[in-house]
């Protein structure tokens, strides 16, 4: 059955893995294709999937005025969106909690987390007027754990933990689940902001002794998409090959 789909930060990383995954799945299904800024890059990715359902649009997650101009620009367009996938992050180069700098704090809050609220809030209506729906938010396994050097990340994913499980529980009576995928250490370019030394010690420590790659985690996120999960809601689902003993 053909869906609407719509996919925040797909340029790159495990978002392109899931534009990957579902432009392969579901020929038939429209598939909305977000990025911060075009490039030939990007245009290069989008024309090497052969799938001409795919429509590319560009804002710029800190510009919150524009952000909710396009989103609904593309609720009136479409009409119906079967699909979300908050996949847009960011990950800045680590620090403690005590030099922690505001304009750091704030950025990745601003990417992270309230994008990632307008956007549901907008999309939500058009699920609710359809009375279906399917979210899948990105987490991390760092807003379970708290890993150490990274405190503006780990807090901004610990909130999107708490949207996920607050989400599930109001939107459930309008037949929308929602649910989120919390990757371990993946194989993608925000693992250059994480310290060598850092990157090493979570490695070893890690009993699966490698990094996911992305299409590993985009299947997850796919199958909470599916009626194949269909009775799993307000989940966070922790894809980190076993996890890691300190």
Known sequence: MART???????RGIGFAVLNKFSKKEQDSKIIAHARIETPEFLEKLASLKNNNI????FDLLDTENLKKQVSAIIKS??????????AGVVKAPKSFLMCDENTLRETFEINFFAQVFITQLITRAMIRN????????????????????????????????????????????KIRVNAVAPGMTDTEMMSNMENNLREKLLSNSISKRLAQPDEIADVIYFLTSVESSYINGQILTVNGGGYVF
């Open 5 to 11: 789909i719509f996919i925040t930060g797909s340029n």
């Open 55 to 58: 429509e590319p649009v560009y």
């Open 78 to 87: 479409y009409k119906k969106i079967d699909v979300l996938i908050n996949n």
């Open 131 to 174: 009375n279906s729906g399917a979210i899948v938010n990105l987490a991390s396994v760092a807003g379970i754990s708290g890993i150490e050097g990274q405190f503006e990340y780990v807090a901004s994913k610990s909130a999107v933990i708490g949207m996920t499980k607050r989400l599930a529980i109001e939107l459930a009576p309008y």
